[in-house]
């Protein structure tokens, strides 16, 4: 069986990438195109939204800009159903923000922009997509939520944690709201992936020094004995948004190497 997008229209909400190099977002963009989607790369960042569609049409695949700042409710609201071409068939929320610091020494300001971009952006999103959707009877809304949902990864990230327990829960309820009007919803929780951004941060915390210790010591953690890759996390994407996963609803699906059910992180 092959995965067929064709004749689809995807929204990738943060398709963007930090840096050089393929993020979750990037990667998610990039297979729904190769599987014949046309791909709206959707990202506050314009030029790395225009990165990932110039390596999509490099690829011979279609994809079009769109400058996106979620956490700017009534300009998400407005724009989504103002996009010239073919309706949105998939919507995919790929936002995640957070603070990588023990919860005492954290503002209740810090936790309301998490809130505001990984969990109430998302209701922006899909109250922006819902109207056609339902017209049409046809829709896929995906999520990257996180394993941080369901375990403690070893370090404080509580906020982030927090907001994408909630995601999942607001993606089941989606799905069971929209499941008479042919809508699927699903997540997918992704878990030590290796992207810029997690280099990145990586580095700034712990020095480059550590920094090939620290990546061998979170593979360490994961029972695959490697970490992810952008590309695993957009390959159960590309399923989920297809008619191969038309019985799949509801769900959040783990791509972590089996990581959520491992001992606790050290």
Same mark, same amino acid.
């Given at each position: 069986?092959?995965?067929?997008?064709?004749?689809?229209?995807?929204?990738?909400?943060?398709?963007?990438?930090?840096?050089? /190099?393929?993020?979750?977002?990037?990667?998610?963009?990039? /297979?729904?195109?190769?599987?014949?989607?046309?791909?709206?790369?959707?990202?506050?960042? =314009?030029?790395?939204?225009? =990165?990932?569609?110039?390596?999509?049409?490099?690829?011979?695949?279609?994809?079009?800009?769109?400058?996106?700042?979620?956490?700017?409710?009534?300009?998400?609201?407005?724009?989504? %159903?103002?996009? !010239?071409?073919?309706?949105?068939?998939?919507? #995919?929320? +790929?936002?995640?923000?957070?603070?990588?610091?023990?919860?005492?020494?954290?503002?209740?300001?810090?936790?309301?922009?998490?809130?505001? =971009?990984?969990?109430?952006?998302?209701?922006?999103?899909?109250?922006?997509?819902? %109207? /056609?959707?339902?017209?049409?009877? *046809?829709?896929?809304?995906?999520?990257?939520? !996180?394993?941080?949902? #369901?375990? #403690?990864?070893?370090? &404080? *990230?509580? $906020?982030?944690?927090?907001?994408?327990?909630?995601?999942? *829960?607001?993606?089941?309820?989606?799905?069971?709201? +929209?499941?008479? $009007?042919?809508?699927?919803?699903? !997540?997918?929780?992704?878990? $030590?992936?290796?992207? %810029?951004?997690?280099? #990145?941060?990586?580095?700034?915390?712990?020095?480059?020094?550590? $920094?090939?210790?620290?990546? =061998?010591?979170?593979?360490?953690?994961?029972?695959?004995?490697?970490?992810?890759? %952008?590309?695993?996390?957009?390959?159960?994407?590309?399923?989920?948004? !297809?008619?191969?996963?038309?019985?799949?609803?509801?769900?959040?699906?783990?791509?972590?190497?089996?990581?959520?059910?491992?001992?606790?992180? &050290?």
């Amino acid at each position: 069986m092959k995965i067929d997008l064709t004749g689809k229209r995807a929204l990738v909400i943060g398709g963007g990438t930090f840096g050089e /190099g393929n993020g979750i977002g990037r990667a998610i963009s990039c /297979g729904f195109a190769a599987c014949g989607a046309s791909v709206v790369v959707a990202d506050r960042n =314009a030029e790395a939204a225009a =990165a990932t569609c110039d390596l999509i049409r490099e690829q011979g695949g279609q994809a079009d800009v769109m400058v996106l700042d979620v956490t700017d409710a009534a300009a998400t609201q407005a724009s989504i %159903p103002a996009l !010239s071409g073919p309706p949105i068939d998939i919507l #995919h929320y +790929n936002v995640g923000i957070g603070f990588a610091s023990e919860t005492q020494a954290l503002e209740s300001a810090q936790f309301a922009s998490v809130l505001d =971009a990984n969990l109430v952006g998302l209701h922006t999103a899909v109250r922006a997509v819902l %109207p /056609g959707m339902r017209e049409r009877r *046809h829709g896929v809304i995906l999520a990257t939520s !996180s394993a941080w949902a #369901h375990r #403690h990864l070893g370090y &404080s *990230h509580s $906020f982030y944690a927090a907001s994408k327990a909630g995601m999942e *829960h607001f993606i089941r309820l989606i799905a069971q709201e +929209n499941a008479p $009007f042919g809508i699927r919803a699903n !997540s997918i929780a992704p878990g $030590f992936i290796d992207t %810029p951004r997690v280099r #990145h941060n990586l580095a700034r915390s712990y020095g480059a020094s550590s $920094f090939d210790d620290i990546l =061998a010591r979170r593979a360490g953690q994961v029972p695959l004995g490697r970490l992810g890759q %952008p590309e695993d996390v957009a390959s159960l994407a590309a399923f989920l948004a !297809s008619d191969l996963a038309a019985y799949v609803t509801g769900g959040d699906f783990p791509v972590d190497g089996g990581l959520i059910g491992a001992g606790i992180a &050290s």
